[in-house]
């Protein structure tokens, strides 16, 4: 009986050991958004290319859409516009783009010198509308259910490993539910 | 020697408020407000920056986190309000201190676990040693005599 006690420091190496090893391959900086399963908040804010036109969550309903917050003063947008570009030509991906505390003129300069890939875009200048959504690096991308619930959030780079691995599975389901 | 102690002066007192722009400067009405405020933007963390607490952080989003601390102070929201909101916005990850639910009770209690556990294992080996002593020195009373015999011959035979 005693004998059995004499492995117990081998099993508690081991369990730690399993504990730690799972940890190893997370990436601490990518948090789950607080968000997930709930509606989009509320906002009501000017629309990048038409002032006059207030834009609400409605914008969300009736198909899903990935929502990207992007900036022009942002690198890591520069680099993800491209692919954002295919997804929304080749792939018939509905983006909303939320253009996060920046200023027209740049977020103009920038869409015509890559493209426009977004259906509309909400302009939030102060960022209100992504500290709401508990925005803390652009780019962010979320995946937002036809009845405007958010199901999903990517914080960084979207490309074609994040598309097909990570957001199409959950685009898929959500299109078959609705 | 005067005029460069004072020019020295001179450059530190031009220099504080030069340094004092780096965080924005909020108004309270009283000192315990303004106390409230630091302690808690030292206890909330950034979620960009995340080995710091929004009060040391520079990042925008740690100056919109101090913002909405601030406003909803204004507003008379308690502690509990403002953190609750912040968690709705950012997750549990912008807490240093995490609420004690189901799923943290275990890190909580880790460190009373830990030193019941540690009086345990001490209390048992104190126990087995002092039985283990017991059971070597309990002599039956003929070893004993046996014992002082020879330790008296002993005694005797150094005398020699």
Not at chain 1, 43 to 55: I, V
Not at chain 1, 140 to 157: F, K, N, P, Q
Not at chain 2, 152 to 158: C, F, H, N, T, V
């Amino acid at each position: 009986m005693k004998r059995v006690f004499l492995f117990l420091p081998l099993v508690v190496a081991l369990a730690v050991g399993i504990f730690l090893f799972a940890g190893l391959g997370k990436d601490p900086t990518k948090l789950d958004s607080a968000l997930i399963g709930k509606p989009v908040p509320e906002f009501s804010l000017e629309n990048l290319a038409d002032p006059e036109l207030t834009m609400d969550t409605s914008v969300f309903k009736g198909e899903v859409s990935l929502l990207n917050v992007w900036a022009e003063w942002c690198p890591s947008c520069w680099d993800e516009h491209e692919y954002l570009m295919h997804l929304a030509r080749d792939k018939g991906v509905r983006i909303v783009g939320l253009n996060y505390k920046d200023q027209r003129e740049n977020a103009f300069r920038f869409l015509n010198r890559l493209g426009n890939p977004y259906e509309t875009i909400i302009f939030d200048p102060e960022g209100k509308l992504g500290f709401d959504l508990g925005v803390y690096g652009a780019p962010e991308t979320y995946v937002i259910s036809a009845d405007g619930i958010v199901l999903h959030r990517h914080v960084g780079v979207v490309n074609e490993q994040v598309w097909q691995q990570e957001l199409l599975p959950i685009v898929n389901e959500a299109r078959g539910e609705s | 020697m005067r005029v460069a102690m004072l020019l020295l002066l001179a450059a530190f007192w031009l220099a504080g408020p030069a340094s004092a722009e780096v965080q924005e400067v909020y108004d309270f009405d009283t000192r315990a407000e303004e106390q409230r405020y630091q302690q808690l933007i030292s206890e909330l963390r950034c979620p960009k920056c995340q080995n710091q607490n929004i009060a040391d952080s520079n990042a925008p989003i740690s100056k919109d986190m101090r913002d909405q601390v601030y406003r909803m102070m204004r507003q008379g929201a308690s502690n509990e309000e403002i953190v609750d909101d912040l968690v709705a916005r950012f997750g549990e990850f912008v807490q240093y201190k995490p609420p004690v639910d189901k799923r943290t009770i275990v890190l909580w209690a880790f460190p009373a676990i830990a030193a019941i556990g540690g009086f345990l294992v001490v209390a048992g080996v104190l126990w087995r040693a002092r039985r283990r002593n017991e059971q070597d020195s309990a002599l039956s009373d003929d070893e004993k005599r046996r014992a002082e015999r020879i330790l008296k011959d002993q005694g005797g035979s150094s005398d020699r």
